[in-house]
């Protein structure tokens, strides 16, 4: 009997670097110990109410397909959030996707070819890397620097690595796993660099309402002469805290993009009806509702700066959007330490769980010494966990020097 075998593309779409560590937290967890999950962004806000009362308004007999391109009420939603907004987008600009992640992968596959390239800054989001493999292209990065608040570096830094097969950037802004987010500045020198060179920019907005101190997360809708080059990833799974609904939408002025876009969504028949209809009623949410969430966010963030401060060695800068923390732990293997806290260490039968920075990374070697940190919980709980984590770390170098 002759076994069949998995592909060699099926083989190499890389496991999330985030969930690496799972098997040692469940196995710790089986022995009583409490662990703060800071690994992974998944928020412990409310969905809003006018999500629930969209789901409760919902009178069809059928749980039939929506239309590939989304349903007519969410498309009349998502334009008037965008015009609320002062951007001048219509319905013929945008279809309705299955959370950003699908729409990473359909900007993706809509300008580029097996073998092309796309230029992204790294660190990244490490789901990044699954599209890239799904869609059978390379991604070539450029570094930023947690000494930097992980702004972009000089144009040139960047013109460096375009190449005859370069077809597009892809960046995140506020970005997952750093927090920064980009002044109008650098989106104009991004779109500067794609008019130049033929390149599409692929924006990924997915954070746009996680903006503090002042800040605003510039889209690229914003920036002149960005028509046929400018693509939108959006989403609500943060927006509305509602992940599991699995919606966002591509908007392009583009419309060969958005045709081929539009294609692929024709193969997977329709995103949620239900789910749709219950976010076309979220247009109703209230401001207020969203200054609660960023005065919350902005207090976890500010414990967790604090609480990175007070260890030696440790740098971070206070990151001005989305809710993560990238922090460099100087002279500490991070895979090694992220292990140890969940096989090892414990105060008060309590520890954390932290996603190792390399995940983010390409290139080999990078972000070895830096962690990511998900400020996902209330203020108190986020408090305490940082503390064990603190407490961790000088643990870890403790034990490390006496080993040496
Ligand atoms: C930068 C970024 N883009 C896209 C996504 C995908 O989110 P979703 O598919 O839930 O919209 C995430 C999720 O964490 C993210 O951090």
Redesign the pocket.
Same mark, same amino acid.
């Given at each position: 009997m002759k076994r069949p075998e998995v592909s060699v593309r099926g083989k190499n779409v890389p496991r999330s670097a985030i969930r690496k560590l799972v098997p040692f937290a469940k196995d710790r967890e089986k022995t009583g110990v409490k662990i703060y999950k800071l690994n992974i962004?998944q928020p412990d806000v409310e969905t809003p109410v006018e999500f629930w009362e969209g789901v409760r308004n919902f009178k069809e007999k059928v749980l039939a397909y929506a239309p590939s391109e989304g349903r007519p009420e969410l498309i009349k939603s998502f334009v008037q959030y965008y015009n609320n907004l002062g951007f001048d987008i219509t319905a013929e600009q945008l279809v309705v996707i299955m959370? =950003?992640?699908?729409g990473?992968l359909f900007a993706v596959l809509a300008v580029t070819d097996p073998g092309d390239e796309i230029i992204v800054a790294e660190p990244y989001?490490s789901?990044y890397l699954g599209v890239a493999a799904m869609a059978q292209v390379k991604f070539v990065a450029f570094s930023t620097t947690v000494e930097c608040g992980y702004h972009l570096p000089d144009k040139a830094e960047i013109v460096k690595k375009i190449t005859p097969r370069t077809k597009a950037m892809l960046f995140?802004s506020p =970005?997952?796993p750093t927090g920064c987010v980009y002044t109008r500045q650098e989106m104009e020198m991004l779109a500067e660099i794609a008019k130049e060179h033929g390149l599409f920019l692929l924006s990924?907005e997915?954070?746009r309402e996680f903006t503090y101190d002042g800040e605003f997360a510039t889209s690229i809708l914003q920036i002149p002469g960005t028509e046929d080059c400018g693509i939108v990833?959006d989403?609500v799974?943060k927006r509305y805290s509602a992940?599991g609904a699995?919606l966002?939408c591509i908007v392009s002025k583009n419309k060969e993009v958005i045709s081929s876009v539009l294609a692929n969504a024709t193969v997977r028949l329709s995103a949620g009806t239900l789910d749709q209809v219950a976010i076309a009623n979220c247009i109703n949410v209230p401001d207020s509702y969203f200054k609660a969430v960023r005065q919350d966010y902005v207090e976890r963030r500010d414990i967790v700066v604090k609480a990175l401060n007070s260890v030696d060695d440790v740098v971070c800068r206070t990151p001005k959007g989305a809710f993560y923390i990238m922090a460099k732990l100087k002279g500490i293997d991070t895979e090694v330490f992220a292990k140890w806290l969940l096989t090892d260490f414990a105060i008060d039968n309590e520890t954390v769980m932290i996603a190792p920075g390399a995940g983010f990374y390409a290139t080999e070697g990078c972000g070895r010494d830096e962690i990511r940190i998900a400020y996902v919980y209330k203020a108190p709980i986020m408090k305490r966990a940082m503390e064990v984590l603190c407490a961790g770390i000088r643990a870890f170098r403790q034990k490390n020097q006496s080993a040496s």
């Amino acid at each position: 009997m002759k076994r069949p075998e998995v592909s060699v593309r099926g083989k190499n779409v890389p496991r999330s670097a985030i969930r690496k560590l799972v098997p040692f937290a469940k196995d710790r967890e089986k022995t009583g110990v409490k662990i703060y999950k800071l690994n992974i962004g998944q928020p412990d806000v409310e969905t809003p109410v006018e999500f629930w009362e969209g789901v409760r308004n919902f009178k069809e007999k059928v749980l039939a397909y929506a239309p590939s391109e989304g349903r007519p009420e969410l498309i009349k939603s998502f334009v008037q959030y965008y015009n609320n907004l002062g951007f001048d987008i219509t319905a013929e600009q945008l279809v309705v996707i299955m959370g =950003g992640i699908e729409g990473i992968l359909f900007a993706v596959l809509a300008v580029t070819d097996p073998g092309d390239e796309i230029i992204v800054a790294e660190p990244y989001y490490s789901n990044y890397l699954g599209v890239a493999a799904m869609a059978q292209v390379k991604f070539v990065a450029f570094s930023t620097t947690v000494e930097c608040g992980y702004h972009l570096p000089d144009k040139a830094e960047i013109v460096k690595k375009i190449t005859p097969r370069t077809k597009a950037m892809l960046f995140a802004s506020p =970005g997952n796993p750093t927090g920064c987010v980009y002044t109008r500045q650098e989106m104009e020198m991004l779109a500067e660099i794609a008019k130049e060179h033929g390149l599409f920019l692929l924006s990924d907005e997915v954070y746009r309402e996680f903006t503090y101190d002042g800040e605003f997360a510039t889209s690229i809708l914003q920036i002149p002469g960005t028509e046929d080059c400018g693509i939108v990833i959006d989403s609500v799974s943060k927006r509305y805290s509602a992940c599991g609904a699995r919606l966002g939408c591509i908007v392009s002025k583009n419309k060969e993009v958005i045709s081929s876009v539009l294609a692929n969504a024709t193969v997977r028949l329709s995103a949620g009806t239900l789910d749709q209809v219950a976010i076309a009623n979220c247009i109703n949410v209230p401001d207020s509702y969203f200054k609660a969430v960023r005065q919350d966010y902005v207090e976890r963030r500010d414990i967790v700066v604090k609480a990175l401060n007070s260890v030696d060695d440790v740098v971070c800068r206070t990151p001005k959007g989305a809710f993560y923390i990238m922090a460099k732990l100087k002279g500490i293997d991070t895979e090694v330490f992220a292990k140890w806290l969940l096989t090892d260490f414990a105060i008060d039968n309590e520890t954390v769980m932290i996603a190792p920075g390399a995940g983010f990374y390409a290139t080999e070697g990078c972000g070895r010494d830096e962690i990511r940190i998900a400020y996902v919980y209330k203020a108190p709980i986020m408090k305490r966990a940082m503390e064990v984590l603190c407490a961790g770390i000088r643990a870890f170098r403790q034990k490390n020097q006496s080993a040496s």
